[in-house]
C-alpha cells in the first residue's frame, strides 16, 4: 500500500513561483519514474514533467525552461519547483509515481500506478 500526499499549491501573482512536494509513504524499496500532471478546468489532464529514477527528465514544451522536476530516493519525494508562473499555469497538479515496489507483511508487490490527492495551483494576472 502506497500514500501519496501533495503540498505546496497556493495562489501566487503572474512572474511568481511555487514548489510542489509529493511524499509517498509505506514499506517502499523502489519507484522507477515519478511525474506531475496537470488539469485545468474544462480540459484533459496533461503531463507538465517527469523523471526517472536515474534522474532523466522530460518536460511539456509549456514547462520547458520555467519548471525543474527534482527527487529524493531517500525520502521517496518527489518536487516541482515552478518559476515564472503564468496565468495558463492554473490547474489542479497531481503527482504520478509508475511502477511502486513496496514490502507488505512478508510479501513484496508492486503498484503499477499511483496518484496524488492533486493540489491547486492559481496564477493571478
Known amino acids: 500500500q502506497v500514500q501519496l500526499v501533495e503540498s505546496g499549491g497556493g495562489l501566487v501573482q503572474g512572474g511568481g513561483s511555487l514548489r510542489l512536494s509529493c511524499a509517498a509513504s509505506?514499506?517502499?524499496?523502489?519507484?522507477?519514474?515519478m511525474g506531475w500532471y496537470r488539469q485545468a478546468p474544462g480540459k484533459q489532464r496533461e503531463l507538465v514533467a517527469g523523471i526517472t529514477s536515474g534522474g532523466s527528465t522530460n518536460y511539456a514544451d509549456s514547462a520547458k525552461g520555467r519548471f525543474t522536476i527534482s527527487r529524493d530516493n531517500a525520502k521517496n519525494t518527489v518536487y516541482l519547483q515552478m518559476n515564472s508562473l503564468k496565468p495558463e499555469d492554473t490547474a489542479v497538479y497531481y503527482c504520478?509515481?509508475?511502477?511502486?515496489?513496496?514490502?507488505?507483511?512478508?510479501?513484496?508487490?508492486?503498484?503499477?500506478?499511483?496518484w496524488g490527492q492533486g493540489t491547486q495551483v492559481t496564477v493571478s494576472s
Open positions: 509505506g514499506s517502499i524499496v523502489s519507484i522507477h519514474a
Open positions: 504520478n509515481l509508475d511502477r511502486v515496489r513496496y514490502y507488505l507483511n512478508s510479501r513484496y508487490y508492486t503498484s503499477l500506478e499511483s
